[in-house]
């Protein structure tokens, strides 16, 4: 809170979120589109899909977000560990630590899709319900944590449209998994 530059500052700010965009997938044309009978999911809206795009797409044109987001965590996680591996760390930042670090056996696991953190870890690079969350360690003491979210090209919908959409969703039959809680 307050402002470094008038000398206010009264605390240290320790989350930053950015939004990742991911243009190259419909830059020109959006590569993604919502369908009304089915507004959960996003789906393929161009005719051709690109070959490295094919993985994350499911037989019926879904996105298959939970698998790209694993592919997301992974790069994520090796571009930090390649920036951090250096000599000179980059702001008096370091890594959050690993259990194994401590002498004990990560239980770290990727289980129906998702990454589940191990008990005994702070795990630099960890998932979140729409992106990602860098954890890192500034000072030596003082944890700072950057959400990636990413974002994709879609045509635009009114909101109160996407409502609709949504509501009748949830009272059509068969309903989204868990969609009660």
Known sequence: MGSVTEGTKICVGNEVD?????????KEQPAFCIRENNPFFLYW???A????MAEYLGDDGRFLFRK???????SVQTAVTAVMGRKKKPFRLEMAGCCIGEGA????????GFYQNCDNCIFTVVQTKIGLCVQLIWNGNVYC???LAPTFNVPPVKPLDLARMVNNGMLREPRPLNWYR
């Open 105 to 112: 056996t990560c239980k770290g696991k990727i289980s129906d």
């Open 68 to 74: 790209f987001k694993l592919h997301f965590l992974d």
């Open 145 to 147: 944590s950057i959400d």
């Open 18 to 26: 950015f939004v990742v965009s991911f243009d190259g997938w419909g």
């Open 45 to 47: 809206a161009t005719e």
């Open 49 to 52: 899909c690109p070959p490295w």
